[in-house]
T-cell receptor, first 115, second 113 residues
Framework: EAQVTQNPRYLITVTGKKLTVTCSQN?????MSWYRQDPGLGLRQIYY???????DKGDVPEGYKVSRKEKRNFPLILESPSPNQTSLYFC??????????????FGPGTRLTVT | AQSVTQLGSHVSVSEGALVLLRCNYS??????LFWYVQYPNQGLQLLLK??????LVKGINGFEAEFKKSETSFHLTKPSAHMSDAAEYFC???????????FGPGTRLSVLP
């Protein structure tokens, strides 16, 4: 079954305590992204990756890091979380192929609370 | 940079009525356009997309959208609303594969009996 998995699904942490949210996909997709969802703002892209070792900033990268050492994994790292990073986070993987073929799958989301 | 606007953060329709959710984008070149749906406490599901070819695009659950370049619009429609359509809908745009993907703020659709 094609899927994107995220862990943990829920996390409560304190300001400044480093954390990592993992993301893994089993579809061999080239592209992976991280988004945060906040009420009234929709989803905003944090970082995206076009392939292994190729990453770029999205619209709201401040306070986040990513790495893409393997094609299937794209962890999101918060080195020093702050309360304004409390949000719902989604990982996604996608592929574009010829003829307009496109597919994108989203993970189930990680609800992060930083106190 | 691209941006997406969705007119109306909340839209209510009666069951059986026409659904029209508006999406306008700003882009210097023709983009790829998408509509996603999010049901409560769930992730996002792709409804339909425009990447190339026919400008009227049909998606799942009876939804369709028309890409109008002259109006920079990609409005989502469904002829007859069903109670199960109640959800939040997001329009999104990207210029090319794997690049910056921009979502609109979303429109919450309520369907009244």
């Amino acid at each position: 079954e094609a899927q994107v998995t995220q862990n943990p699904r829920y996390l409560i942490t304190v300001t400044g305590k480093k954390l990592t949210v993992t993301c893994s996909q089993n579809m061999n997709h080239e592209y992976m992204s991280w988004y945060r969802q906040d009420p009234g703002l929709g989803l905003r892209q944090i970082y995206y990756s076009m392939n292994v070792e190729v990453t770029d900033k999205g619209d709201v990268p401040e306070g986040y890091k990513v790495s893409r050492k393997e094609k299937r994994n794209f962890p999101l790292i918060l080195e020093s979380p702050s309360p304004n990073q409390t949000s719902l986070y989604f990982c996604a993987s996608s592929t574009f192929r010829g003829g307009g073929h496109y597919e994108q799958y989203f993970g189930p989301g990680t609800r992060l609370t930083v106190t | 940079a691209q941006s997406v606007t969705q007119l109306g953060s909340h839209v209510s329709v009666s069951e059986g009525a026409l659904v029209l959710l508006r999406c306008n984008y700003s882009s210097s070149v023709p983009p790829y356009l998408f509509w996603y749906v999010q049901y409560p406490n769930q992730g996002l599901q792709l409804l339909l997309k425009y990447t190339t070819g026919a400008t009227l695009v049909k998606g799942i659950n009876g939804f369709e959208a028309e890409f109008k370049k002259s109006e920079t619009s990609f409005h989502l429609t469904k002829p007859s609303a069903h109670m199960s359509d109640a959800a939040e809908y997001f329009c999104a745009v990207t210029l090319s594969a794997g690049q910056n993907f921009v979502f609109g703020p979303g429109t919450r659709l309520s369907v009244l009996p």
